[in-house]
C-alpha cells in the first residue's frame, strides 16, 4: 500500500503497512485517472493529497490529512477539464491557450463561491472552507472530514420512503439554512439525495456547493445536472435562475423522499407533463403537502413558489390557500426585494398574506418559523467575520510557460498584491469579493420600473449573450479588437462592472475579440464552395466568388484561389482572396450568362492584380 508517514490514501487512516487497508480495503496498486492528482503529493506543504472522491466540470474533490492539526481534511482542487489539463507525471496544470479568459473567470467565481461560504461558518448546516490557497497553477479549498453518509444511502437503508411527519422533523433545519444561503446570494442549483449528507448524530448538512455555470447547460464547463432535481431554467443559459430555482430542487427532493420515486427530468416534463401528484403515489402524504410539493415543481418559473420561505409556510400550515400566482418577479436576486401585502391583502408573489385574526394553529408555528430565520440572519450577519487571508491566498506560484502573462495577472488579481496600470487584472481580488457587498452603487442608466442587476459577462461569447432573453433589458454596443490568445468571440472586458444596478434599456459597452490577426489559408480539395466559405468565415478571411466553367471539377466545387494554401494573411490589412467555383457549362447558354464566367482553355492561368493560381487537369 502507498503510504506517506504511514497513512492509507483511501481513508487517511494509520496504517502499519498491510497490502489492503483494514479499514476501507484501499489497495497499494489501486489505480488513479491520471488528470487528477496522485495520491501522496503534498500540497502547500501542509496537505495530504488521498484518493480522488468525486470530479465534475467545475473541480475535483480528494479526501486529504492536515500535518499540522493532525486530522482527515477534504481538498477542493479547481480543475474545469474543458479548460485545462494535467501536465504530464507532474501536479501542474497547464491552461488551454484559447480559454485563459474563461479560465479566470470561473476561478474568480469559484473563489467568490469559498469566500461567502467561509464567512457563514456559523451556520451548523453547511461545511465552509477553513483554508484556501494557490498551488500547482490552480487553487484549492480545505473543509473538514464530516463523517457520515449521503441521503441517497440513508433512504436505501430505511425502505426508500420517509413519513411526512419523520420529514417534518428531520428537515426545518436544512429549510432554514438554505433560506439563510439564499439571502447571502448564493443559489445552490444542486440540492439531491447525493448532496445532503446525514451525520452519525442524525443531523443534515448541504454540501457540493458549485459555480452557477457547472449546473446550467450550453456553458463552456462540462455540465453536472441532477435528472429530476434539476429545474427547466438550468437547461438553458436564456432563462433566469434564483431562489425558485432551488425551490424546485427541494421540492423535487421531498417528493422523492415521500414517494420512492424520482420526479420525471424536467427537460422531459416540458414535451410531455404527465407527472404525477405525491398523494397519487402514497396515499399517506397529507393533501396539502402533495399540492404545495407540485407547486413548487411548477415548469415556469414565473407560476412556482418563489422562495423557501414561501415553500416552508405552504408545507405547515396546511389549511393555507397554496394558491401560486402567474406574475413575473422582479428580475434582481431575491434578497434585494422588499415584500409586501397589497391592498387585496396578496404578498409579492401572489400568495394570500397572513391575517391579523383567525390564525390557524399550524399558521402560527409557520409564522414563528419564518421569524426565527429572520432573527437567525441577522444574527450572523452580525457575526460574520471576514475568512482569514493570511495562509488562504491564492499565491504568485501560478504560472505557466504557454500563458505565462495570463496567468501571472490572474495569479495577482486572485491575491492582496497590488497589480500595476500595465498588467491591471480584470477580475477581482480577494478583498474586492469580500467588500463587494459594502458597495453602493447608483443604478445606471435613467427611467423607472424594474431595476436589474448586472452580471459578469468577461469570457462569455458575445454572440450567445446578445442574443439571450436574459439580456433583453440591455443594449449592448460592442467593440472588436485581435487578441493573439482569447478565442472570436470572447467578451474582454464590459463597461457596467458586475453587480451594478441599471435600469432596462441601459447601454452596455463591451469589448469582443476578434481572434488572432493573422490566419493561415486552408486547402480546399474536394470541398464545395459554402463548407470552404464555411472554413473562410471561421477564420476571418475575406473572400470574392468567381464562377469558373469547366467539366473537370464537379458542379459547385472550389477549383482554385488566388493565393498559395497555407499562406499567412494580416487580417487588420483587410486582404481579401478570390474563390474559384466550378459551374459545369450547359447546351444552351446566352451571351449575356457566358460573360459570368470565365472559359476553361485545355491549360489555363487565372489571374488577378496581385496572385495567380494554376488550374491544370490535375
Known amino acids: 500500500?502507498?503510504?506517506?508517514?504511514?497513512?492509507?490514501?483511501?481513508?487517511?487512516?494509520?496504517?502499519s503497512g498491510e497490502p489492503v487497508c483494514p479499514y476501507c480495503g484501499y489497495a497499494a496498486d489501486s489505480p488513479y485517472l491520471p488528470a487528477y492528482l496522485a495520491p501522496g503529493v503534498t500540497l502547500n506543504s501542509r496537505y495530504i493529497v488521498g484518493k480522488l472522491l468525486?470530479?465534475?466540470?467545475e473541480s475535483a474533490l480528494y479526501i486529504g490529512y492536515d500535518t499540522e492539526n493532525d486530522c482527515k481534511v477534504l481538498l477542493r482542487e479547481y480543475m474545469p477539464d474543458t479548460l485545462c489539463r494535467r501536465v504530464k507525471d507532474s501536479s501542474a496544470v497547464t491552461v488551454n491557450q484559447n480559454a485563459v479568459a474563461q479560465y479566470k473567470t470561473f476561478m474568480s467565481e469559484f473563489v467568490e463561491l469559498n469566500k461567502t461560504l467561509a464567512r457563514l461558518r456559523n451556520l451548523n448546516h453547511i461545511n465552509p472552507a477553513t483554508d484556501m490557497f494557490g498551488d500547482n497553477n490552480t487553487g484549492y479549498v480545505v473543509f473538514d472530514y464530516i463523517e457520515g453518509q449521503t441521503l441517497t444511502d440513508y433512504l436505501r437503508e430505511h425502505g426508500g420512503v420517509l413519513s411526512w411527519d419523520q420529514v417534518k422533523k428531520m428537515f426545518p433545519p436544512i429549510f432554514t439554512t438554505l433560506s439563510l444561503i439564499h439571502n447571502a446570494g448564493l443559489i445552490h442549483r444542486g440540492i439531491c439525495p447525493d448532496n445532503i449528507l446525514i451525520t452519525p448524530k442524525g443531523e443534515l448538512m448541504i454540501t457540493d456547493f458549485c459555480v452557477a455555470d457547472e449546473r446550467t447547460l450550453e456553458t463552456e464547463l462540462t455540465p453536472e445536472i441532477y435528472s429530476g432535481y434539476a429545474a427547466p431554467e438550468q437547461y438553458s443559459t436564456g432563462k433566469w435562475q434564483g431562489t425558485w430555482t432551488d425551490v424546485y430542487g427541494i421540492s423535487a427532493l421531498l417528493y422523492r423522499i415521500l414517494t420512492g420515486t424520482v420526479p420525471v427530468e424536467a427537460s422531459t416534463r416540458l414535451q410531455n407533463d404527465n407527472l404525477p401528484e405525491p398523494m397519487i403515489l402514497n396515499p399517506d402524504i397529507p393533501g396539502a403537502v402533495s399540492t404545495v410539493i407540485m407547486s413548487g415543481l411548477a415548469l415556469s418559473g414565473d407560476m412556482r413558489i418563489q422562495t423557501v420561505t414561501e415553500l416552508v409556510t405552504g408545507l405547515f400550515d396546511q389549511q393555507a390557500d397554496t394558491h401560486i400566482s402567474q406574475t413575473q418577479p422582479i428580475p434582481i436576486p431575491p434578497q434585494h426585494i422588499s415584500d409586501y401585502e397589497d391592498e387585496k391583502g396578496f404578498g409579492r408573489n401572489g400568495t394570500e398574506a397572513v391575517r391579523k385574526k383567525g390564525l390557524s394553529r399550524s399558521a402560527v408555528f409557520a409564522i414563528v418559523g419564518v421569524v426565527t430565520v429572520i432573527v437567525m440572519f441577522l444574527l450572523i450577519s452580525m457575526a460574520m467575520i471576514f475568512f482569514e487571508d493570511s495562509s488562504s491566498t491564492l499565491t504568485n506560484a501560478i504560472t505557466t510557460s504557454d500563458t505565462r502573462s495570463e496567468l501571472d495577472e490572474l495569479a495577482e488579481s486572485l491575491t492582496h498584491q497590488t497589480v500595476s496600470a500595465e498588467t491591471e487584472s480584470t477580475q477581482p481580488t480577494l478583498n474586492e469579493v469580500e467588500e463587494e457587498a459594502a458597495v453602493s452603487t447608483t443604478p445606471a442608466g435613467s427611467g423607472s420600473?424594474?431595476?436589474?442587476?448586472?452580471?459578469?459577462?468577461?469570457?462569455?461569447?458575445?454572440?450567445?449573450?446578445?442574443?439571450s432573453p436574459t439580456y433583453d433589458s440591455l443594449r449592448f454596443v460592442p467593440e472588436y479588437v485581435y487578441n493573439e490568445e482569447i478565442s472570436k468571440g470572447i467578451i474582454l472586458e464590459q463597461s457596467l462592472e458586475k453587480g451594478a444596478s441599471y435600469y432596462e434599456g441601459t447601454e452596455v459597452q463591451v469589448v469582443v475579440s476578434k481572434g488572432s490577426q493573422y490566419a493561415t489559408i486552408p486547402g480546399y480539395t474536394g470541398l464545395i464552395a459554402k463548407d470552404y466559405y464555411a472554413l473562410l468565415n471561421g477564420k476571418g478571411i475575406k473572400f470574392e466568388e468567381v464562377l469558373y466553367k469547366t467539366e473537370k471539377f464537379e458542379d459547385g466545387f472550389v477549383c482554385g484561389i488566388s493565393a498559395e494554401e497555407g499562406e499567412v494573411l494580416d487580417l487588420e490589412k483587410g486582404e481579401t482572396i478570390v474563390v474559384y467555383v466550378a459551374v459545369n457549362p450547359v447546351e444552351e447558354t446566352t451571351e449575356t450568362e457566358e460573360e459570368d464566367f470565365i472559359d476553361d482553355p485545355d491549360y489555363v492561368n487565372i489571374y488577378d492584380d496581385e496572385a495567380a493560381v494554376e488550374v491544370t487537369d490535375e
Open 1 to 15: 500500500m502507498q503510504l506517506n508517514n504511514n497513512l492509507c490514501y483511501g481513508c487517511m487512516e494509520q496504517s
Open 54 to 57: 468525486h470530479y465534475n466540470g
Open 449 to 467: 420600473g424594474a431595476l436589474y442587476v448586472m452580471n459578469d459577462l468577461i469570457g462569455k461569447n458575445y454572440e450567445t449573450i446578445k442574443n
